[in-house]
């Protein structure tokens, strides 16, 4: 079965990094783009980037770019999201997300448990 | 961006009732909106892809209509399981952007 699991989550400084992962299995990993999502306390959802199958294309929220850069290792089944320069506003819940379809849609069938980053002095 | 906008943001409804969500979308997104469910303290789950077709293993009680800008999620006869926050996400343009949730409470 598909699986998604979170990691890398904690607290952290204003300005600081973190590099979340997210370790897949069930499915063939090297088929799908994958996206990150993230949903901060009390608050919907939103999206914040996506990385193409074979990692060549990237594309990520204004709110992030230049700050998060996601990147994958096929041969490890792993996506990661390294996030720089760390804002009190990016606490969140991060959640990594399977694309339904090979070709990439925007549809999220599969999403991981998700883990918690708390920007916090 | 896209907004979507979702209303009601909370609705308290009894077992066994049709309970109707609605989506707006700022520009025409054809058929490109998806729904979730979320429990609790749970990730989102895919209900209905491409505004109307049921992801495989949801129960045939939940369903979705609509194209262009106007969108309706509806839960034909409302189980206590079904409590949970439901969030519309469209996929027309990047950024993708959700709605901002509705609640599902029983009555």
């Known amino acids: 079965q598909v699986q998604l699991v979170e990691s890398g989550g904690g607290v952290v400084q204003p300005g600081r990094s973190l590099r979340l992962s997210c370790a897949a299995s069930g499915f063939t990993f090297s088929s799908y783009d994958i996206h990150w999502v993230r949903q901060a306390p009390g608050k919907g959802l939103e999206w914040v980037s996506v990385i193409s199958h074979d990692g060549s294309k990237k594309y990520s929220a204004d709110s992030v770019k230049g700050r998060f850069t996601i990147s994958r290792d096929n041969s490890k089944n792993t996506l990661y999201l390294q996030m720089n320069s760390l804002r009190d506003e990016d606490t969140a819940v991060y959640y990594c997300?399977?694309?339904?379809?090979?070709?990439?849609?925007?549809?999220?069938?599969?999403w991981g448990q998700g883990t918690l980053v708390t920007v916090s002095s | 961006d896209i907004q979507m906008t979702q209303s009601p943001s909370s609705l308290s409804a009894s077992v066994g009732d049709r309970v109707t969500i609605t989506c707006q979308a700022s520009q025409d997104i054809r058929k490109y909106l998806n729904w979730y469910q979320q429990k609790p303290g749970k990730a989102p789950k895919l209900l209905i892809y491409?505004?109307?077709n049921l992801e495989t293993g949801v129960p045939s009680r939940f369903s979705g209509s609509g194209s262009g800008t106007d969108f309706t999620f509806t839960i034909s006869s409302l189980q206590p399981e079904d409590i949970a926050t439901y969030s519309c996400q469209q996929y027309e343009n990047r950024p993708l952007t959700f709605g901002g949730g509705t609640k599902v409470e029983i009555k």
């Open positions: 491409d505004a109307s």
């Open positions: 997300a399977k694309e339904q379809r090979y070709y990439g849609s925007g549809t999220f069938d599969f």
